[in-house]
């Protein structure tokens, strides 16, 4: 008798088993590789259940509470089933809290660009004008014309926010029939003047205002019903904390309406097959069920700690940053009354070895941060607070960066 090795697990099927019989047919047992090992150096300290991988107070994707992955691994259903309908509905009273609506919040198995474009493909018949501050917010004007879109830009410096009255000035212009914004700007962690520029977009006639929250949703208070804009998007990753894989999306009606008359806004992002299959409980095209069953529990979770609890506890941990950063005397990128609840963007001050200090503070205490986005990568640091970050695991963080801190100095 032939033995397996002990490190391979196989599955028996029937199939195989009968097969086996048969000593002219000769099929290897279907068997799960072992692991190959991620080569990574073993952090010295790192939190729970993490094995080798730093803890990430990136900003996203951040950390996964265990209980969430342990809810991905429910059962295998069929999309076009009653399980599937009743995990759909079941998440819809939860997720619409956390967005502020009454109307249905549609699930894209997508990063969050994924949604962004669709955006562009579902509105945009005349010209759209991009909201540019910042990498994401830049890259969405660049999209659009790579959709064949007519768009114009207002730009302002990587750090400042978005000026209502440039919008109102802008808009003034004629032509436009889309706006985007990135309600908080992850690269440079400005947070822009959601209501403000929502009231002036509204009071252009045919105007459809887009807003990313990809870093802000259930970060802090956000109402889509009240500020009357027409699409809300996130994806997952950010502060609702599950693995990537998974966007969220409001419409209105208004953008229904659009997106019913745009022909080429092709398939598997348009908004009114979100909308007819969402009548039914049910999604455009397969989705990733796992990231499903968790964002069930993730909203569950958000409902029993109470929304408003959640974004004090946002506010609370980021405010534990900012002081540590004024403490070594660290410039916050943007200016005071546009800045992030979920994240933290500091200048890097001349004299630290930047690379050094975040590298050490992975190996020898398994947290990692991040050392700038895009064109101001290596001149800033983010530190994200987002998702189930507490006001101990921030203070773990803090500890960890100040105990390295003066290694790095010069
Ligand atoms: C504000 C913002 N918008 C859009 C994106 C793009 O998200 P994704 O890469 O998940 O598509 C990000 C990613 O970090 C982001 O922070």
Known sequence: MITEPSNVTHFLTNSYLSKKRNPDILIPPRSIPPLK???????KSAGSARMSKPKLFIPGPVDVAPETYAAMAGPAIGHRGKDFEELYSSIQPGIRQVVGTTRPVFFSTSSAWGVMEGCIRNLVKKKVLNLCCGAFSDKWYGVAQSCGKEAEKIQVEWGKPIEPEAVRAKLAEGGFDTVTLVHNETSTGVLNPLKEIADVVKSFEGVLMVVDTVSSLSAMPINFDELGIDVLLAGVQK??????????????????????????????????????????????????????????????????EGLENRYARHLATNAMVHQWGARHGFELLPPEGFRSHSLSCFVTPENLDQVGWIKSVISEHGFA??????????????????????????????????????????
Not at 37 to 43: C, K, L
């Open 37 to 43: 090992s991620t080569g990574q150096t073993p952090v």
């Open 369 to 410: 941060i991040n050392g700038g986005y895009g064109k101001i990568k290596g001149k800033t640091i983010r530190i994200s607070n987002m998702g189930n970050e507490t006001a101990e695991t921030m203070q773990e963080l803090l500890d960890a960066l100040d105990q390295e801190l003066p290694k790095f100095l010069s």
């Open 239 to 304: 502060a609702i904390a599950l693995p990537p894989g998974l966007a969220v999306l409001v419409t209105s009606d208004a953008a229904l309406e659009r997106a019913g008359s745009m022909e080429d806004r092709g398939y598997y992002f348009d908004f009114c097959e979100f909308a007819s299959n969402d009548a039914k409980d049910n999604t455009p095209s397969t989705p990733s069920i796992p990231h499903l069953y968790a964002l069930r529990e993730r909203v569950g979770v958000m409902i029993a």
